[in-house]
Structures are given as C-alpha cells and as structure tokens.
C-alpha cells in the first residue's frame, strides 16, 4: 500500500465522482444501487472477503428517510476507497469506518457536498486515510491531524450553530402549537 | 381570550348587526365557542388573489408527468423544511424522494413548518382522523379562508352560484354530535355573508325545535356538513331550502345522497378534503364516482403498496404533494385512502375513491354517538394509536400499542361517555396494520 498518497489525488477523485456513485441508493423497493453489494465488491477490491449476509444487512435498509443520505454517502466513499491508494486495505477497517464515522458525517451534511464543496473533499479524504493509519504525502502526522482538526472544527461549529437555531426554531414552534392549541383558531366553511 | 376586534378584523356595521341578531337570536342554539375569520385587511387580499387564481383554471398535468410548478417546490421543501432537509439532497427524479405518512406528523409535527414562516398568526387545527394518529395541524388564517373560494370552486360544477351577502346568511356548517364547538361567524371573502358553525344534537339547543325554527330563519344558503349530520338536518322539519349541501369528511354513500337530493331539491356535492390538505377534489355530476381536483398547486400520485406509481386506472394510495397550507407543505404525503387516477386529456380525475365510510356509536341507552365524540373523550390520554370497535352485541373493543397509558382512565371515560353498564374489552396489539381504520362497527347505522 502507498504510505504517501497525494491528497489532490483523492480529492480529484471525489469531484469527478461518476453518475453511478452519485444515483439513487435501493431501500427497499425504491431506489437504483444495491449499497450492499457495491461495498461487498469494495472488500473483495481491496483484497478480503465479500461480505457476508450479516455484514451486508446495515447497507440493505428500507427506511429512506432516515438512511438515504447516509447510504448515499457510503457510496461515494466506495468510490473514494476504489482508489489504487488504497488497495491492500485493511476491509474490516474501511468497514467499520463506513458503519461509524461516515454516518456523523451523513447526519449533518447532503451527500453531494462531498463532491461539490472542496473542504467536504478534503474532509472526506483525510477521513478515508485516517481510517487506514496514513497521511497525505509530505505531511507530518501532527500536520495531518491539525488539517483534519481544523476542517473538522470549522464544520463542526457551522453543524452546533445550525443545530442550535434548528433546535431554538423547534422550541418556538412546539411553544407555539401548544399556546395556540388552547386558543381559537380561524372560521372556515368546511370541517373535515 | 381574542377580543372580537381580533377575531373579526374590520367588521362593518352591517355585519356587527348580523352578528348581534344570530347570537341573541331567542331561539339560537347555546353557542359553546366564539370564532372568527381573523382576516386582516392584507390576508383577506390574499384570499381573493387565490380566490382570482381559480377562475378558468384546469388543474392539469400529463399521464406519467407532472406540474410546471412541481420542481421549484420540492426544492423549497428540501431548503425551508427541518423534516425533509433530514432526507439529504433532493434526488433527481421525483419518485425517489421518501414518502410521508401521517405518523410523521403526528411524531414531529413542529418540523414540518417552513424556516421563513413566521408564527405569530399560527392557527392550530386538533384532528383525530380515522387512520389512528391524532395531530395537530398548524395552519394560517389565509388557509381557512381559501376554503370558502374552493367550496364555491367545487358549487361552480354543479351549477351552483352564491350569491348571499351581507345581511344574510350564507353557509352554515352543521354537525352533529354530543359536544362540538359552535359560534356564529361572517365570511369578508363572501361580502360579509353569514357564516354559523353549529351542531344538531338536541342537548345543543334550549328546545329541539328551536332547530328547525332556527335554520329556517337563517335560511342559509348552503349546508356543508358530514352525512350523519344531513341524516339528522333531513328529519327536522324545514321549511327553506338551501340551494346545496356540501357534504365533506365522511364517505357520502349513494343512498343517502339519493334521499337528500330529493329530499332538499338540490345538488347533494361530495367534498374530497383533508384537514392536511383543504379541500382535494369534488365529485363530478356528469360522471358519477369520479372527483375534479380543486387546488391548481396540489400534485397527486397513486401509489401501490411498494410506493410506486399506480398504471392510470389502478387503484392505489391517495398520495399528495403541495397544498394551500404554507405551514404544512405535503411532501408525498400518504392519506391512507384509496383511488384510481385516470385522465381527460391532460386533465387527470380520481375514480374510485374510497375514504373514510361514516360509523356511528351508540350508547347504553341507545343515544347515537360520534366519532367526533369519542375522539374528544380520548384526547387528554394521548394515545398514539387506537381503533374501537363496537360489536353486533353493542359491546366495544378497543385495541392499543403495547403499554399504553391510563388504561384504567381510558376506560373510565368511555364508561362516562357510553353508560356505566357499556362492556369494554381492551387488547393490546404489537403492530397496527398499514391501513388503519381507527373507529369500526359492526352495527347498522340507520339512514345512511
């Protein structure tokens, strides 16, 4: 495995991320890839076993609304790890990594960022090799992990005060229903 | 408390007199609420601005396509609503966004209001529904108000034009049940016409014929109103006749229709609405079981039970997207009701339709009982779900999630509601099915 990739290698690799990492994830009946296959093909690229029917179970869940996203983004990291930079990974790492750490970051940020905004590239590139113990070619470990910390901090302080205002909005709101439910509400012609 | 310089915004004098007259009417039911239509002079306008959106317009759409309108809003929803933001990017085709229910809103409701609507003229709708998920439902007082141009919408098709005005009474919305709210009101979209909400259950009244004495003095010019409450409006003995009834919330079966169509020598109108929604769609005069779409923003979808578009004809879930209701935008949201959607050509209609069919309870002393009723009895136990059924043998069976609370105080408020003798048996059950009805009986309801 290489020990210094170029991380502009990787971060190319995302923005160019072809249509079929980026089309509609299969839960249930609904949607076009099989997740678990695609991330059963990336373990046997990398040199391990397909995944068995338990592993693969995560990856072939039916409620979109709570694991679109996050299946969405497995893929375009299945896409990132299909990188020869990786080949000979350790799959149970990468495994773990798609299971844990990728779903925070599904939780707060659309799939497609990870294409199209150039720090969610790097976010995730720098992830994908942490998750592997390596570093991008002529960083020192601490720099690594400064860059990491630093691009993590800066999302990580644009996710609390987004999820602060969400969460004071949801306040308002429930206040809101609550007070006005007591109250009355406005005359209209037909009741269902 | 509002004050009614709140409740009726710009009342003129004319209609402070109508007012006066229908409240201190001596024989005027016991009003048990006061409401008004809360229209500011900036809401009324746009109510007619959306009442001016329907004139000539042709809800259309092509077979397998979809509305000019449709792409924009989806992206609003996925930009402005806490609840389909969590759902990621918005997929490239339409197909594939996930599909709402009312359990949704029942769990998490606050997150379906837009970021850039602003609260202070929320309004707060409670509903039981039939599907076993009581909610509440925010809305606005443009939203109530656009009923009255959609319900003229509907009257339009079946040749019914309105024409009251200030000074008289245009509509009056009848119930009946043991408790329901019930005021008088004036409709500014309507020039002021009034507007009564009451309910025809005899406790309501001081004497039970002041109703008919009462109505006939009104002399509406419409009823709208469920078929248990036109059962009941066609037994009192009326002399005025409303130029249509307006039927909404319950199944209209043919039968009833029948008898109220001749009984009131006037189009009888089948309403397709949702509190979720407004009003959906209206029944079509010239092809019976069919429903013309009402609102030029709603998108509808018929879904099987994968979630996948329906084959024009096929019957399958009501699923709706848009709506009138700014503060609660329909993103492919399941009614739990069922229809075809065919097409005119690029006019699509629902055939088929099967709501909600109308159940009517009886009590130990053989006292009818509403839904209605009953939902207001089981409102402070916030139950998530539940279905109560009463058997051939009168006695009811009430089925609960596991676990449920206040068994106990559950079964005593029915036991206030039904008679201290009523036989009550509760079971719990792990998993409702997908298509509940909340309120069954296996009685006969006479007259519908």
Redesign the interface.
Known sequence: MNNAPLLETLTRRLAECPADFLAEPRLGKQGLVQVDAVVSDLMRALGGAALTTEQAAPFRVTNAKQYRNWLSVTLIACWLFSDATFSGGDGHQVYQFLLSQLRELAAVTPAPKFVTDPDRREELARLGLKALDLRPAGETPEQAQDRLATLNSAERQRVIAAARAAEERARQIREALAKKEAEEAADKWTRE | ??KDEK?FPGLSEDSRQLLQHLREHPRAPRYT???????TPAYLERVHTYEQSLVGQTVSWPVGGYPPWLPSFVAECFREV?FYR????P???F??I?T?DRS?LSRE???F?P?SQA?DD??????SGTTGHPL?I????VV??C??PL?KAALTGHGVTLTAGRGQVG?I?V?YQRHAYT?P?V?PQQDETG?L?LNLHPDDWRNPDDRAAFLDDCAPEIY?G?PLAFAELMRLPLTTRPKAL?S??MMLLPGLCAQLTAHFACPVVS?Y???ESG?IAVAQPQAAGTYQFLQPRLFVEILNA???PCAPGERGEVTLTGGLNHYLPLLRYRTNDYAALEWQGATPYLSNLEGRPPVLYYAVNGQPISTLDVTRTLQPFALPQFILRQRADHSLLLTLPPHSLDLNAVRSALFTLFGSAQMITTEETQSFTEKVIQYQSDLHAPNL
């Open positions: 408390m509002l409740r609420a006061t409401c008004g239509h809360r229209l806490p969590g759902y990621g990017a997929p490239i085709q197909t594939d996930p709402t949704d409701i606050w997150s209001i970021d609260l929320l309004i707060v709708y409670a509903t509440v925010p809305s606005h007082p109530s108000g009923y009255t319900v509509c919305l119930g005021y009101s409709t507007h909400k709208t469920d307006v909404t919330a309403l609405s949702m509190n009003p994968e979630g996948r």
